[in-house]
């Protein structure tokens, strides 16, 4: 069985597509499932930002196949870690939460790298395209800590 992992932004369209192409980039993905959702409706069926999609094509990661869609109740039954950018998605997730199972699924991704510290992951939406390098840099730190704890050795 798959061990499957969500990432989740608001839109579905800058910073959780490229924590989804960059935790692919680092897992075997006969072994995981990874995916990302918005807890926005903005974006449902549209390709990521073409920013996203540029700096991931920088580091050789292609997101072109990912579409938008929005995170739902399901998602808790379907994944076994859910990853959000910032502590709005974080109360907007727990807020659809059914129970302490469910909770216990969700974390802030930079939590990873700065534990208990509840950074956000800037949303680049609305600034140039540095925003979008700084979130690729810390996006793939948290992934490469993600990635060596998901993975057996």
Not at 6 to 24: H, Q
Not at 88 to 113: G, P, T
Not at 133 to 147: F, G, K, Q, S
Request: hydrophobic share 35%.
């Amino acid at each position: 069985m798959k061990t499957r992992v969500l990432m989740v932004c608001l839109g579905n369209i800058c910073r959780s597509p490229l924590a989804e192409g960059i935790l692919k980039s680092k897992i075997n993905t006969e072994h995981f499932h990874v995916d990302s959702a918005g807890t926005g409706d903005y974006h449902i069926g549209d390709l990521p930002d073409t920013r996203s999609i540029a700096v991931g094509k920088r580091y050789g990661i292609d997101i072109t196949s990912q579409r938008g869609r929005q995170f739902s109740v399901k998602d808790f039954d379907e994944f076994d870690h859910i990853y959000v950018m910032d502590n709005f998605n974080y109360n907007d997730v727990i807020s659809l939460a059914r129970n302490e199972n469910d909770k216990q699924k969700v974390n802030l991704i930079l939590n990873e790298i700065f534990p208990e510290e509840n950074v956000d992951v800037p949303d680049p939406y609305h600034g140039g395209d540095h925003g979008f390098e700084n979130v690729y840099v810390m996006l793939d730190e948290a992934c490469e800590i993600i990635a060596q704890k998901l993975s057996p050795h």
